[in-house]
């Protein structure tokens, strides 16, 4: 039962104290972040002391709003999504107290930027294959092995590492969570030049890198279980955001079409169509957001990626189309520059062109859309599951490649 | 609790091939579902006490639907929430007490009848023109719902001064009703000419401004018809996943094969975002500044998703989703059906347009 007491009403006397004592137009945006933390205004949900106040996790809708509407630095949120859409969520469900009270904060306030290490060269879709190895060495555990696709690894100073620990053991069963000192000897990040040029993403080496066993999540063995709570973080993160209305892509489709003095019937009923997809996917988010009860994503989150996934693609691929020729240009060129703060900042920042070639990834990271059909398949819906053949199979007895 | 006492008293009156029997009996109702119905109190849950009525918000009719959707029910109550939303927001006091409580309690089956042409509400052509006391309707309508069903229509007419509504019975002289055979034979349409019919001056609801109410009537329609989608498209989603568990081929069910599992989250999304944009609609109805959005958002969506849940489940079902034996024609006319009336899609996003600024 919910409790007596007026969570909206706490969060928002504590928003009223915010705003007022820290002026977000005059305001240093670190300040600022490191107040809302204080305030328990970074994820309302989580515990005093951890940045949240212990209440609804649906009210963090509300304090989204109220910080669009008061012109205060949200863009935290984007630029260490790793860190506050996802590692937050894992240190929350599975983290220990003193774990939370060391990361939490400067990763709030960006001092410490967060990245995550799942994909590898040979473990995609199958990401329960890893192959990274860490085998313990008294208080420390000693890493080998490459991880892909890390986003944000040149600028990290944390990590969130899955490996291999149990290679005798079926594949989701030998599996240990660690975070990790992107600075640490042995640690070498090399970026990974993408479809727009830049690199969002990076290739990292693990030459005997050493990780103290306080630095381990969870349990020895349960680094399926934590990356499973990982993932679906993510998928809320990239997905699952409340976001105001019109804004995004769809925001700038609008903008795109008001600019072009066009007129044509066809192209406005095709924008209203997507503006209403847009719309009722944002809506559900609203709707999943009410029914959540335990602030931990459930299998929503993939509805959410599975359609934002799409809708984006089909946005941004219409607005480069109402640009007529012009959208045959890309007006930022392609740079084969490491991404910044500046450019991840928000998609507003990106030309119609640039996030058009960007929205490709959308289908494919934080797990593809397949394998989204697949959870919502199996895990919503109820259908059973396709014939493994690795199941019950030692990971090192199991074909890779 | 309205929910489930709505949907567990459809699932013990209306076994599904009485659904398609009724369906077949051009005109008719399925009268155990109706009569029910209306003992509950369903049938005037939006309509405020004083007449008749049991003086909810639209919310509680909008959960209504989402019931009667799941099982394609043939039953008026669609007809009867637009005719009395049209009374309610147009009729003077003495109109409504009048009009509404027989409305309210079941006993007196009404549409609304607006359309003339196949895609165009206005202008209209039928005509009310003054005649002693009284006023003298000439014109046809056409797709009005349950026509044939119904006991009394409320009418659009053109008054020379503005679009007018008339209370008309169905019976009255110069009324001819006439039913057309209809691509959902659950929610049959018809023709209602109207040849110098003769109504007292009583009949034309002269409360508020005609046109508005008009509006807001069709409006309540399409909140009602968009939860009725919602409902329609989740229960082609389970029909579907139900099949896909118990079918068999190449030694596995159907729905291990990632080709139909992925039609079916594909679906599951569509649905889900359909009751969303449904529920949105119903609880925003009164809300002046958002309904303009929230109303048109909800007929687009809806419709679109209930055609496309209707049309991969009559798929995955195979050749059984094919025959007349199987419930999936029925929701797929019903899919179909929907998306046209109250308004095109393209309509409604033609309006979602202007009132998002684009």
């Known amino acids: 039962m919910s409790e007596p007491r007026d969570e909206a009403g706490v969060v928002g006397r504590a928003l009223d104290t915010l705003l007022g004592t820290y002026p977000p137009g005059t305001t240093e945006p670190k300040d600022f972040w490191g107040a809302q933390f204080d305030a328990g205004l970074a994820w309302v949900d989580f515990p005093p002391g951890e940045g949240g106040l212990g209440v609804s996790p649906s009210l963090n809708e509300l304090v989204s709003r109220r910080l669009g509407d008061a012109d205060a630095p949200t863009w935290n949120r984007t630029a260490n999504i790793l860190g506050i859409g996802m590692g937050a969520g894992v240190l929350a469900a599975h983290g220990t107290r003193e774990q939370r009270r060391r990361w939490l904060r400067p990763m709030f306030t960006m001092e410490e930027i967060w990245c995550q290490m799942f994909s590898e060269p040979g473990a995609g879709s199958d990401v329960a294959s890893l192959a990274t190895r860490a085998v313990r060495d008294g208080d420390e555990w000693i890493v080998n092995g490459q991880k892909t696709w890390t986003t944000l690894a040149h600028l990290a100073t944390w990590g969130l590492l899955v490996t291999r620990t149990d290679p005798d053991q079926p594949k989701h069963r030998?599996?240990?969570?660690?975070?990790?000192?992107?600075?640490?000897?042995?640690?070498?990040?090399?970026?990974?030049?993408?479809?727009?040029?830049?690199?969002?993403?990076?290739?990292?080496f693990f030459d005997d890198v050493r990780i103290p066993d306080d630095q381990r999540i969870d349990d020895v063995g349960a680094g399926w279980r934590v990356a499973m709570t990982t993932l679906m973080n993510e998928r809320v993160a990239i997905g699952g955001r409340t976001v105001p209305r019109n804004s995004g892509m769809i925001g700038v489709a609008m903008e795109t079409w008001n600019e072009s003095g066009s007129g044509d019937v066809g192209t406005r009923r095709e924008l209203a169509r997507l503006w209403g997809e847009v719309e009722a996917m944002r809506l559900t988010t609203l709707r999943a957001a009410e029914n959540m009860r335990t602030g931990v994503p459930g299998p929503e989150g993939a509805t959410a990626k599975l359609a934002w996934a799409s809708l984006n693609k089909e946005v941004t691929s219409f607005t480069v189309s109402m640009l007529g020729l012009e959208g045959a240009l890309i007006p930022e060129g392609y740079t084969l520059e490491p991404t910044t703060y500046d450019t991840r900042e928000?998609?507003?920042?990106?030309?119609?062109?640039?996030a058009f070639l960007r929205a490709r990834a959308n289908s494919i990271e934080g797990g593809t859309s397949e394998i989204m059909r697949n959870i919502l398949g199996e895990r919503v819906l109820g259908l059973p599951g396709e014939p493994r053949v690795d199941k019950d199979l030692p990971w090192k007895d199991v074909p890779r490649g | 609790m309205l929910a489930d006492t709505v949907r567990s008293f459809l699932e013990a009156t209306v076994e599904m091939d009485s659904v398609r029997e009724a369906s077949l009996a051009r005109g008719a109702i399925h009268r155990p579902a109706w009569e029910g119905l209306a003992e509950l109190g369903v049938v005037g849950l939006h309509i405020p006490e004083a007449y008749g009525g049991a003086g909810y918000s639209f919310v509680e009719t909008a959960i209504v639907f989402e019931e009667l959707g799941r099982r394609v029910v043939p039953l008026p109550l669609l007809s009867c929430v637009l005719a009395s939303a049209a009374i309610l927001a147009a009729g003077t006091e003495s109109q409504k007490a009048r009009y509404l409580p027989p409305i309210a309690s079941g006993g007196c089956i009404a549409s609304l009848a607006v359309f003339e042409s196949a895609h165009d509400l206005s202008p209209l052509a039928t005509r009310a023109v003054p005649d002693g006391d009284g006023w003298r309707l000439s014109g046809t309508k056409r797709y009005v719902t349950d026509a044939s069903r119904a006991e009394a229509f409320v009418v659009a007419a053109t008054t020379g001064d503005g679009v007018g509504l008339f209370f008309v019975q169905a019976g009255a002289d110069g009324v001819t009703v006439t039913p057309t055979p209809s691509l959902d034979a659950t929610r049959p349409l018809g023709e209602v000419a109207l040849d110098g019919a003769l109504v007292s001056e009583d009949a034309y609801l002269g409360g508020a401004a005609n046109s508005e109410a008009l509006r807001s009537a069709l409006d309540a329609g399409v909140v009602a018809l968009a939860q009725e989608q919602a409902g329609g498209a989740q229960r082609c989603l389970e029909i579907s996943v139900e099949h896909a568990k118990s079918r068999f081929q190449f030694g596995r069910a159907i729905g291990s094969f990632q080709a139909v599992k992925h039609m079916c989250a594909d679906m599951l999304v569509a649905v889900e975002h359909a009751k969303s944009a449904a529920w949105h609609a119903a609880r925003t109805l009164e809300d002046p500044e958002e309904s303009p959005i929230a109303v048109p958002l909800a007929k687009s969506v809806c419709s679109d998703a209930y055609v496309y849940v209707a049309g991969e489940m009559i798929q995955i079902l195979g050749g059984l989703g094919f025959t007349w034996e199987h419930d999936a024609h029925l929701y797929f006319k019903r899919a179909k059906s929907n998306s046209l009336l109250l308004g095109s899609v393209d309509s409604h996003r033609d309006r979602l347009s202007d009132a998002i600024g684009i």
């Open chain 1, 174 to 204: 030998g599996m240990t969570y660690f975070v990790v000192d992107m600075r640490a000897e042995g640690v070498d990040v090399r970026p990974l030049h993408q479809i727009t040029g830049e690199a969002e993403f990076n290739e990292v």
């Open chain 1, 346 to 354: 928000v998609e507003r920042v990106m030309s119609p062109q640039r």
